[in-house]
């Protein structure tokens, strides 16, 4: 019989005076597109370092404390972290880490939720991404696993951390295969501990997602309406709307909307295209609209953006 010992963090509910720290939170930009899609942050927090400051993102987070502490605020819930300790966050989540013992060594890896759904629908690419994107009480996002599960995910993030700075031929492919590695051997375990959070959620719809993913793949350049939209899928627009929020933890529109800036960037990177025809070509109606998202998402607006990609490409050329 596998063994339940606990392996969640229980946090307990942060007070009235302690949510302060909603109101600051911002969106994290961490330049991830289609051709980048998982991005690594690595590093150490001194003691007379700026503090970390709370975000959410559209994207999937799997991070891990290597020294140090921390007390994790996850939406109104709060509990401490300890080396080894793992934090998983899907789009959409509020989070912060209030540092509590210097220094505090940590490597955290971003990923779009294609990385996953790419694997296929019928595979279990969905069951990875939906350990991110379920609704989970608070306690589930943080996990503390024993220690040859500890052993071997440290392995594997440094893996990454290595692959991501080297910049080798093959590098998106291999941080690709290291990341599912990691993935599998953390639910593997899980399962072996009879503990499956966010179980109760696979059953989402995923051929509708699958439909609507094709659909937004294939039509992102021109206008696109959710009536329009659930009538190629098949659906009513109640459905569409709640499968996809379930299924990748944002709303359609907002996946559309990064999925054209990420096209755009991939114009910008890879032609000599203006800000202005890779907006249209992407299906943007207006410049200003287009400058507004991608600041909002990348932390620069486009032009500048542009200009550091061409320097980088020119620096390794």
Not at 52 to 58: N, Q, V
Not at 142 to 156: G, N
Not at 252 to 265: D, E, G, H, P
Request: hydrophobic share 40%; with cysteine; proline share 7%.
């Amino acid at each position: 019989m596998a063994s339940k010992s606990r392996a969640l963090v229980a946090p307990h509910p942060t007070t009235s005076s302690g949510l302060y720290w909603l109101v600051d939170v911002e969106e994290s930009r961490e330049p991830l597109h289609e051709l980048r899609p998982i991005w690594v942050r690595h590093g150490t927090h001194q003691s007379g370092d700026p503090p970390p400051h709370p975000e959410r993102h559209p994207y999937c987070e799997f991070g891990i404390l290597l020294e140090g502490g921390a007390l994790t605020f996850i939406e109104g819930q709060e509990a401490g972290r300890r080396p080894g300790d793992l934090l998983l966050a899907g789009p959409g989540v509020p989070h912060w880490a209030k540092i509590t013992e210097h220094p505090v060594r940590f490597i955290t890896v971003y990923f779009l939720p294609s990385v996953l759904v790419e694997l296929g629908l019928e595979s279990d690419g969905p069951k990875l991404l939906r350990r991110f994107t379920a609704r989970q009480s608070p306690c589930e996002h943080i996990v503390r696993p024993d220690a040859k599960l500890r052993e071997q995910l440290t392995r594997l993030f440094e893996k990454l951390v290595a692959e991501f700075e080297g910049r080798q031929f093959g590098r998106e492919i291999k941080l690709r295969i290291l990341l599912i590695e990691q993935l599998v051997e953390f639910l593997r375990w899980e399962q072996r501990k009879g503990q499956n959070p966010g179980g109760a959620e696979l059953a989402v719809d995923w051929k509708v997602v699958g439909l609507t993913l094709e659909y937004l793949r294939n039509n992102y350049a021109e206008p696109v309406y959710a009536q329009n939209l659930a009538r190629a899928v098949g659906v009513s627009q109640s459905r569409l709307k709640a499968s996809f929020k379930n299924a990748l933890g944002l709303p359609w529109c907002k996946y559309l909307q990064i999925y054209r800036v990420r096209r755009a960037v991939v114009l910008l990177s890879a032609s000599h295209c203006t800000v202005s025809e890779a907006a249209y070509a992407v299906g943007f109606e207006s410049l200003s609209h287009f400058n507004a998202v991608f600041r909002s998402l990348m932390g620069r607006p486009p032009s500048e953006y542009m200009h550091q990609l061409r320097l980088e490409k020119n620096h390794s050329d």
